[in-house]
């Protein structure tokens, strides 16, 4: 693994707030398409089900799913798909081709999914108020928040998966990985500088932080070695320093990071970390024009 990480330029992006106060969750062309069922979707979801990957993914596929990914293979975001990357319980994600090369499909679950962990990151956040338990608005509004949240994180410098496109209760984002296999996880690779490797961590989570987010679960599993860069994953979950437990998620994060690099060989404490990463940014020196007037 190369010890040499280069950190993206951070963008003059928008102040720190809360993006989806409202979060629309009525019916999309995908769920229309979904209900027509015209020919070329029947064809489509056909060719779909007889794919020997998705034969047994049934939780996954449903018809409104169906038609969301019709919908992007029309709007020109997927031309065919690959295989899966990763299963998880909220969501599985998938290669697909896209006309400017591979990129990564998030399919978020509905109707098979337990989204009692979910209750945790949903409660207390303002843009999440009115929708309840609805499996249908959480996934949709889930989904919208994981792509602003990849937004917000890379015009905050921070390298995650370029969002690309979304509809309904599927993302299209940047794939991470190469011909024969994913990017490997920070738990699957050999650390050659466990000290460079923590320090780039530190500043990804401090450049959260100032770009108003919490990874909320950050550990070696969602951090990614993709062409000599660490990369973050998984920012559904992300809350705004807003969020009533953004403390404890914080902390948590803190933990899990000190904990890994603990066992690389690093003294690496938890509180430390913490002050590193929300320490307030420095104010901005003064120009000789700006000193001639005070």
């Known amino acids: 693994m190369t010890e040499e990480f280069g950190l993206l330029e951070i963008e003059e992006g928008e102040p720190v707030g809360d993006e989806f106060e409202e979060i629309d969750v009525t019916d999309t062309e995908a769920d229309r398409i979904a209900r027509k069922q015209d020919r070329e979707f029947l064809e489509f979801r056909k060719r779909i089900k007889n794919t020997e990957q998705f034969k047994v993914e049934a939780s996954v596929f449903d018809d409104a799913t169906l038609g969301a990914l019709y919908k992007l293979v029309q709007d020109g975001y997927i031309d065919a798909f690959g295989g899966p990357i990763s299963t998880g319980k909220e969501a599985n994600v998938y290669t697909a081709l896209a006309p400017d090369g591979e990129v990564a499909v998030k399919v978020y679950r509905i109707n098979a999914s337990d989204f009692r962990d979910m209750r945790e990151y949903l409660d207390g956040d303002p843009r999440f108020e009115g ?66 490797t923590y320090e780039v961590v530190r500043e990804y989570m401090r450049r959260l932080y100032r770009s108003g987010l919490i990874h909320g679960d950050l550990s070696e599993y969602n951090l990614v070695v993709h062409g000599g860069e660490l990369c973050v994953l998984d920012l559904g979950q992300a ?56």
């Not at 499996?135 to 905050?156: D, H, I, Q, S």
């Not at 403390?247 to 990071?257: G, S, T």
């Open 131 to 196: 929708i309840g338990s609805d499996k249908k608005k959480v996934v949709v509004a889930w989904t919208k928040k994981e792509f602003a949240n990849l937004k917000r994180a890379l015009a905050g410098g921070v390298r995650v998966p370029e969002p690309i496109a979304i509809e309904r209760n599927v993302l299209v984002m940047e794939y991470l990985g190469g011909e024969d296999q994913r990017a490997r996880r920070l738990n699957e690779v050999h650390i050659e500088n466990p000290r460079t």
């Open 239 to 294: 809350v705004t320093v807003h969020h009533p437990n953004s403390r404890e998620f914080l902390e948590r994060d803190c933990h899990n990071v000190a904990a890994f690099f603990g066992r690389q060989g690093l003294e690496v404490d938890d509180g430390d970390l913490l002050e590193a990463v929300t320490e307030p940014e420095p104010e901005p020196e003064p120009t000789p024009s700006e000193d001639a007037t005070r």
